[in-house]
Every structure is written in C-alpha cells, then in structure tokens.
C-alpha cells in the first residue's frame, strides 16, 4: 500500500470531504503547494483557488476553496475554508453567469470567486 | 341559552383557538430546535481545526499580535448580546439582557467604558427604550445564522480592537450569549472573546499531544493575522446558532406550558359550564314546579 495521508476539508457551516490521498496540491498566497506523505508539519494561509486532492483509490477530488487554512501534521492534512465546494457540486452555466455579471459590474471579489469555481469544475 | 352559559362558551371558543396555535408553534420550534443544533453540530469540524491550528501558531511562535495582546490598563470594553428577533420564548431575552447588564456594571466597576454592540431585535428594543447607547446592532437572522451574518458581525469588532484606544478602539471583546446545554437547559452566559487568552484556547484540546513544530508559510506573523480573525468569526458563528438552538428549545417549552395552561383552562371553564348549565336546567324545573302548584292551588281555591 503506498503511503497516504488523512485529508479532512471543512468549510465553515460543513465538511466537505474527507478521506485519504496520495498528493494534495494547493494554493497558499507565496504559490502552490504540494503536499505528500510525510511532509513536515505546515500551516500556510490559502488563496481562492482549486484544490486537488488525488485519492488513494486514483481518483481526483478538486474543490474551489475561497479564503481559508492549510495546516499538515501526523499525516493529517486540514483545509479550512470559508466557502468549499466539490466540482461536481459547481454549477458550471451559473457561474458562467456569475461571471459576466460581476465583469460587468467590476465586481472584483465575485469575478475571482466565479473564476475559481469555474476552473475548479473543468479540471475535473 | 342564560347569559352565564354563553360567556363560558365564548371563553372555551377563545381559549381552544389560542391553543391550537401554540400548540402549532411549539411543534414548529421542536423542529427548529433540532435543525439547529445540526448546524451546530456541522460547525464543530472547522472550530476543532481552527482552534488548533490557532493553539499552534500561539505556542509554536513568539509572535506579538495586537489580538493576542494585553493592554497594560484596558479602558474601554465592547460587549457584544446575542438577543432574539422575535419574542414568545420564556425568558429566553430577559436573560441574556440581564446577563449583559449585569457584566456591563462588572466592567464599569473596575473602571472601564462599555460599548454595546446588539444582534436581535428584542436586545435593541430593551437598549433603545432605556435610550442606551448602542454602538451598533444586527437583526433579521437570528433564527438561522449562517456564516456570512457572522462575519458581517465580527467586521466592525475586529476592526474596534485593532484601532487604538485613544482613537476610538477598544482594548477588550465580551460576547454575552445563551449557551445550549440541553434541551431543557440554556444558559445566558458571558465570556471574554479578545484579547485571546492562548492558554486557555490550549487547553480546550486534549491533554498530551503535543504539537508538532510547523513551518509557516508565508511566515507565522501573516499567518497569525488571517487565522485570528476567522477564530473570532468562528467564535461568534459557534455562538449564533448556540443562541438560536437556544431560542427554539425556549420557545418550544413557552409554547408547551402555554398549551398545557390552555388545557387546564378549558377543562376548568367547561366545568363551570356545566354547573352554569345544570343550574339553568335546575332553575327552569323549580320555574314550571312552582307554577304548575300555584295553578293547581288556585283552581283547587276557585272550585270549592
């Protein structure tokens, strides 16, 4: 069995995921992260991105995360967001829209959160 | 029908109408009751995370953050009440509003000014009639808080603490809240949010672990600043919906002695009722007795 580590995202009103992976990559503010097995205990601040967790089993979970915490110790990785969700939880045509809207109104904080919600769900 | 029988009948209308609807109430908060201590139970999973990543950064670094540190003669306090919107709930308000009041003389005995901050209407009203002042007040979400309400809460308390004092800030942050215990009892209680006492936060974990020696990135003074305030958010999230559970489960026990009372109060009218009833009837009897024996005397006293 390769080496796995225990993941758990939260957001604040839910958990989102939780299970064990082999890799997790994401977006701290000094850039992206990859986390594996056995890294040395970490706690960065998280940027409005896509996280990607690849499972144990081979697959590939990947969430948009919205403000929040990465924190790994004893092979227990936390992501703590504000807002989470799983890319099949996106509502791809009404991000879409979510996205013209806030382009259109410069609504900067929406565009993003819409941008990283969209990319989120076609990465999948 | 005599007039007394009719004002009872009036009264059981009434009083079985009144019933029906807290007993309707005190079923839709039972349902309440239970949703929101799911939410609550829901939360619990990022507070844990938090608390100890937050545990972490305190004790791991020796990091100075005007959240975390002690004016050295604190001057002004904030207290933020957690009220209701909406009343119909035992004491559920007068509670938290005495508790309040009770904590504000506490700080104003040891020499501090006192800004009230209020969530609920019910806490507004009590302030504004006594024309308290009221640095600034929420309401409409009371019985279903989400996340994004306590945030729009702690923005402005946030900000006050990490204003100096001599421009307008404020050293301390009290946040008076009901706390659910169960559901027969909940308790209004005070607690002091900021500045953050890190080894009282230590020891809200289990006992022997020790924490592991963790790498920040970017640096442990940035993450100390984004993780302190969303401690405080989650703080005042966890005491929201503890508030809210803490509304239904009151207003489900108001609403269930309300029903009960209405019970008794039917039984009680229908008995007089009855009695009304039975005398009419009584009353009637003796009536046509004491009238058929007056005719029969006289026709007996015409006869002879």
Known sequence: M???LHVELVAADRQVWSGEATLVVARTTSGDIGVMPGH?????VLESGPVTIRTSDGGTVVAAVHGGFISFADNKLSLLAETAELSDEIDVQREQRELERAKAEGDATA????DVRLRAATAR | MGAQLRVY????????????????????????????QRKVRASAPYATELTR?????????????????EAQTP????????TSDRGLAGAFNSNAIKSAEQLTARLEAEGKEVDTYIVGRRGLAHYNFRERKVVESWSGFTDEPSYADAKKVAAPLIEAIETETADGGVDELHIVYTEFV???????????????????VAEEKPQGEILPLYDFEPSAEDVLDALLPRYVESRIYNALLQSAASKHAA??????????NAGELINTLSRLANAARQAEITQEISEIVGGASALADATAGSDR
């Open chain 2, 182 to 200: 169960s559901m027969m009892t909940q308790t209004a209680l005070d607690a002091r949010l900021l500045p953050l006492r890190l080894e009282e």
């Open chain 1, 40 to 44: 040395q205990p970490l706690l960065g």
């Open chain 2, 53 to 69: 990543a937050v545990t972490a950064v305190g004790t791991g670094s020796n990091t100075k953050h005007p959240l975390t540190t």
């Open chain 1, 2 to 4: 390769a080496a796995e």
């Open chain 2, 9 to 36: 009948k009036r009264r059981i209308r009434s009083v079985t109408a009144t019933k029906k609807i807290t007993k309707a109430m005190e079923m839709i908060a039972a349902s309440r009751v239970v949703k929101a």
């Open chain 1, 111 to 114: 565009e993003r959160r819409a």
């Open chain 2, 75 to 82: 001057t002004r306090s904030a207290v933020l009440l957690l």
């Open chain 2, 251 to 260: 207003t489900r026990r108001a609403m269930k002695s309300a029903t009960d």
